[in-house]
């Protein structure tokens, strides 16, 4: 079975730093692009990052380039979202989402992060 | 970036209504357009890829159409197990983004 699960959320003060962790299972991790998607309290979707099967390319929302990096590591099925100088803006269900043909078809089931001091 | 302006924002029907959440994209994006039904503290669920094709297991009440900036995703016969966010996401640029979601409520 094609599974997803975010973990590394928490609380966190203002100009913190957090690393979400999303571990995959049941495909060839390798071979998908992947991506950071989240939701603010009472908002809607919102696209974060995205990255390439090997992890050479990467591309980041406006809102948060610069002080977040997505990475990942093949061998240990496991994809990252590190963030730094988080922000009260930040504070969100972050999930992770496998890419088929640029549709998320598997998703996580989400890690909360609150920014507050 | 590419916006999305979905509406209505909020709908109310009844079970075996059929309901259209519209979807329209601030430049054309050919049929490079996704749906999906997101449930309160569950994952988020794709529903139709490429503007018009129904993701694997997806009962076929659900129908979406459209091309260029103007999209609609379609529920027939509405059912209680369809009460949920439902959001585009387009993905013309590298650049994801998605709608503001649609609420359906019974």
């Known amino acids: 079975e094609v599974q997803l699960l975010e973990s590394g959320g928490g609380l966190v003060q203002p100009g913190g730093s957090l690393r979400l962790s999303c571990a995959v299972s049941?495909?060839?991790?390798?071979?998908?692009?992947m991506h950071w998607v989240r939701q603010a309290p009472g908002k809607g979707l919102v696209w974060v990052a995205h990255i390439s099967e090997d992890g050479t390319n990467t591309t980041y929302a406006d809102s948060v380039k610069g002080h977040f990096a997505v990475s990942r590591d093949n061998a240990r099925n496991t994809l990252y979202l590190q963030m730094n100088s988080v922000r009260v803006e930040d504070t969100a269900v972050y999930y992770c989402a496998r890419d088929v043909r640029s549709s998320l078809d598997v998703w996580g089931p989400g890690t909360t992060v609150t920014v507050s001091s | 970036d590419i916006q999305m302006t979905q509406s209505p924002s909020s709908l109310s029907a009844s079970i075996g209504d059929t309901v259209t959440v519209t979807c329209q994209a601030s430049q054309g994006i050919h049929n490079f357009l996704n749906w999906y039904q997101h449930k309160p503290g569950n994952a988020p669920k794709l529903l139709i890829f490429?503007?018009?094709n129904l993701e694997r297991g997806v009962p076929s009440r659900f129908s979406g159409s459209g091309s260029g900036t103007d999209f609609a995703l379609t529920i027939t016969n509405l059912q209680p197990e369809d009460v949920a966010t439902y959001y585009c996401q387009q993905f013309g640029t590298l650049h994801l983004t998605f709608g503001g979601g649609t609420k359906v409520e019974l």
């Open positions: 490429d503007a018009s």
């Open positions: 049941g495909f060839d991790f390798r071979n998908y692009w």
